[in-house]
């Protein structure tokens, strides 16, 4: 336990991904299995002891320390695991060791509810107050240290020297301590096996077009819908849904795992039922309208009721036992197209393919995007296999131009990391009616990128000159400067003033020459609204 | 005066000791001051007078010209000078002692006597060892002002010979970068480098320009700190390997963009909670601090066994709640611009 809470006090303090890959890396290598499996598991949130819960810590600390004096600690510390490795009492030093995490493990899966109050104070008598920290944390689930699954998983085939797409085409096949994994990669034993699993499978990815204009006897199109990418994954008929990340995402949408009703792998874009996306009945809603379902653990029968999940589909991977990535798009495009009608139309639909005569009508087309509130366009090379990853030349993302309207600076922040010393966010506004005859600013947005190195000196310069206030790390700014802010599109939204909400703001270009009061009103902004 | 203690009263902006006419650490300026020590949130400029010790008075000297002479030959703020241990009497039957509080540089704790009754205000003191301050002395008393900065149980320093190993440790471990230090420029830093040396460190020690002529001051007061060396009279690959100490605040600003790779540490007693040093983007947090941490305050209390305990600036409310179980009698006072994260 001392290492691994070594481990977490270090990637506490640690901002630079970098570094926090090597620290992990660094512990994976050096720490032997079990233990190192159930750091893993750990970081990337897949522990669950059912008898340990952060309320039977909290408990144990109302036994032992005044209750008026606990929550005064938490309410200052904020962190119920670190306040209570703080007040935990420091015994006389216990003749046991610190446990290995093994051993923490065995004991924690043993617990029941009247068990744990007598056996957790003797794992945390010890431990030192890392080690309590560790402990509780790890006991509990959900580090909150600022490290993502992905990262950790990154970490594992950094250390290994393994690709992660390879770690992730296993690992929700395996269970903690992911003995097989590490057989595999630190060993160099074989890879684990995985038929049968309900595994999630990398994604293939897109790249921007940029420049180039392509082919369309090699290329074929489809919409970019605006939804979340997703898999859905049957074997033996058990049901999985992964996302982008490859998080299973299964209890969010319950009903997508009882309608596959054949063994097959399928990738497609999640939409809520609405009009918006495609502009016809039977269509999608917004972006906006599925946001409202995203990253709930429990859904009500209102909400499936009123925001119906369904799957508009891309691909297929594979089909009752049959791999087919290594068939090209075109065919895997047929056996999408033959196992549809076997779909039911509640839950799924395809995606169609765009048809233009040449490339230039196709750029015709994408340009009339924008009425239907579709994101753009997805170009497949025709004779391409399924591979995870982006690979260049096989799919790009056409997206749409994006929008363009002209904001003032209001608010700057710090930004971290590289840029900590620098003003490096921006938050930006519009006019609420004519500047000139009284109207305020509201702001609509906040960008940190879409600038060189450059333009953020010069920028941060500005933010110093020109501070008005300062709250904290923001610092309010007289209105002199005009950004051009792209975006991709505006949707109306309760939570700011000025009613509505950007998706991906950045700068553009930096208006130094344009005058405050020439900048866009809310009106301009209102109007490109399309939910 | 028929109540007991009512010639004492604490104010927002100070005590004001009701018989003498004159203050204790106040928030604006007055006819007469006592001063406990040398920080902005106890010491300031413009008092008619200001009574305090030898070396605090230095410092405020040096921040506020206390004491010193405007073109025109006069004094505009008098500096009364009172050594440790050494008893001064003020109008109205008060006698003041000023007794090492164990703070910073000067630090004192006052002694207030008078009509039989003794209250002791400690400023900010602490119990540990440091050897740029005389050590703090325990002095009986019916009503114990206290400071509460630390005051919730969480708050435990653990030995700064551990901190300082660390701080060490760090630097050994990366030579090609600085580990930048942000240390409150009166005190804090003074006592790092100390620590630094008495540890063995006899590299040379980089200041930020706010450090420099405080450190002077400490020199003069017999506190040898070593070879210290101006970071704007560096180039940036001398500090590679070197120990770097600043103000807080310079760590964060663009001041720190001249340093080779710095490593942010913080010596500071909020270093204790992860929270605190991770909004400050510390990397290395080092739990130093120059007040008392809970247990601190506690055992003083129990040791000075006050008939009323008072306590001041901090977190009052724990600090309430543990004399309230424990039956002692004790009452929060309200003050106001002694800042939260002030060390």
Redesign the interface.
Known sequence: MEEFAALLNAL????SRNRKLALIAAYLRETPDPDRGWALAALTGSVDFPAVKANTFRNLLKER??P??WT??RD????TA??AS??WPEGSASADKSPSIAEVVETLSALTRSSAPTELPKLLGRLDENGRFALIKFATGGMRIGVSARLAKTAFAQSFDVSVEEVEEYWHALEPPYAELFAWAADGGDPPDVTNRPMFRPFMLAHPLEEEELDLSDYAAEWKWDGIRVQLVRVNGETRLYSRSGDDISATFPELLDVLPIDAVVDGELMVRGSVQGGEAGGAASFNALQQRLGRKKVSKKMLAELPAFVRLYDILLLEGEDLRELGWEQRRTALETVMPRLPDSHFDLSQIVAARDFSHLAEIREGARQDAIEGLMLKRRDAPYIAGRKVGLWYKWKRDPLLVDCVLMYAQ?G?GRR???YSDYTFGCWDGDPDAGAELLPVGKAYSGFTDAELKKL?KLVRQTTLNRFGPVREVERTLVFEVAFDSVHSSKRHKSGLAMRFPRIHRIRWDKPVHEADRLDNLRSLIRD | MSNPFSWIRPEPWGVQIVPANCWIDPGRAVDRALVTHGHADHARGGHGETIATPETLAIMALRYRTGIENGEGEIPSKATPVQYGETISLPGGVKASFVPAGHVLGSAQILLEHAGERVVITGDYKRRHDPTCAPFEVVPCDVFITEATFGLPVFVHPPIEQEIAKLLGVLAANPDQCVAVGAYALGKAQRVIAELRAAGHDQPIYLHGAMEKMCHLYEEHGVDLGKLRLITDADKDDMRGHIVVATPAALNDRWSRRLPDPITAMASGWMRVRGRARQRGVELPLIISDHADWNELIDTIEEVNPAETWITHGREEALLRWCELGQRKARALAMIGREEEGE
């Open positions: 506490v303090y640690t901002t320390v005044d008026v004096l005064l600690s200052f510390v904020g962190d670190e306040t703080l007040l710090r971290s900590s010393s620098f941060d």
